[in-house]
Nanobody, 121 residues
Framework: QVQLVESGGGLVQTGGSLRLSCAAS????????MGWYRQVPGNQRELVAT???????NYADSVKGRFAISRDNAKNTVYLQMSSLKPEDTAVYYC???????????????WGQGTQVTVSS
């Protein structure tokens, strides 16, 4: 019913920037929290940043000052502006929508399929 589709990943040099987008589709009434997580081979999926429907943000210490999360509630879309990228930022980035409310489902959680971000040195 609800799907999240990420875009904007790719290959960038150290110090460069990328902007990730994630659009949620479906008969969505509201999404309480949207965010980005990332995962590299051999590691657990880790939180990058989250943002609530009223704009409260949370960032991993490793990305503070470099990444900025934002959302457009009217479009059910969340963005991640990544700057000063480092090789250690290389990962598959997953979009997350938590506590999603539709006409028939209340408080569900959804994940996107992921988009690859590769930072070369």
């Amino acid at each position: 019913q609800v799907q999240l589709v990420e875009s904007g990943g790719g290959l960038v040099q150290t110090g460069g920037s990328l902007r990730l987008s994630c659009a949620a589709s479906g008969r969505i009434f509201r999404i309480d929290t949207m965010g980005w997580y990332r995962q590299v081979p051999g590691n657990q999926r880790e939180l990058v940043a989250t943002i609530t429907s009223v704009g409260i943000t949370n960032y991993a210490d490793s990305v503070k000052g470099r990444f900025a999360i934002s959302r457009d509630n009217a479009k059910n879309t969340v963005y991640l502006q990544m700057s000063s990228l480092k090789p250690e930022d290389t990962a598959v980035y997953y979009c997350n929508a938590d506590r999603v409310y539709t006409d028939s489902i209340f408080g569900a959680r959804y994940w996107g399929q992921g988009t690859q971000v590769t930072v070369s040195s």
